[in-house]
């Protein structure tokens, strides 16, 4: 069973003893085997939002509800992250930088769907985008190899692709800007 306590301090002893995702990754992956535990635990989402469950400079843990339909653009983290979904459906699509383009330029590299139960990890040179597709809200926890609120750190504007400055708080507006989407389409 999943118990909060437990989980932030079992992602605190593996990153002392390994400082990589390698650790953490299973400790995620095991949470959310059992996508009802910790449906339970967290509580049932009610609407799109980032809930801080535990941060420091070396570990950051939230749970990330997307709300339906959202999409989050092409960003970076500068540091590792290892993502389990415990509900609906998270679709990231991987970018890569075009060589010798000075505006920081990406283009698409692949992508991977995540499904309730399922985790993957992501390097610390990741760059990706998230869309959840469904008309449910999504769940999931993120757990990241630093301070995921004050890492310097980038994003791509929609059509040209380039880069630009990671702006927290617009970032956390778009939350809000999807639930309102959310209710209009009910």
């Not at 437990?6 to 605190?12: A, S, T, Y």
């Not at 939002?49 to 950051?60: A, D, G, I, N, P």
């Not at 310097?152 to 708080?169: C, F």
Request: glycine residues 8%.
């Amino acid at each position: 069973m999943f118990e909060l306590e437990r989980f932030v301090e079992d992602c605190k002893a593996a990153i002392a003893s390994d400082p990589t995702h390698k650790s953490v990754q299973e400790i995620v992956a095991r949470a959310v085997s059992e996508p009802g535990g910790v449906l339970k635990v967290l509580g049932e989402p009610e609407k799109g939002e980032v809930q801080k469950l535990y941060c420091t400079e070396k570990l950051t843990i939230i749970n990330v509800i997307w709300a339906p339909r959202m999409t989050i653009m092409p960003h970076n983290h500068n540091m590792w992250a290892v993502i389990g979904v415990y509900g609906g459906r998270e679709d990231n699509i991987f970018w890569r930088r075009v060589a010798d383009d000075p505006t920081g330029r990406i283009e698409a590299a692949g992508a991977r769907s995540l499904g309730s139960g399922e985790a993957t990890p992501l390097g610390p040179d990741i760059i990706h985008s998230v869309t959840n597709p469904t008309a449910k809200l999504t769940s999931a926890i993120h757990v990241y190899g630093g301070d995921f609120f004050e890492e310097e750190r980038s994003e791509w504007e929609p059509e040209g692709l380039t880069e630009q400055t990671y702006d927290v708080e617009k970032n956390m507006r778009l939350f809000e800007e999807a639930n309102s989407f959310a209710r209009q389409q009910q």
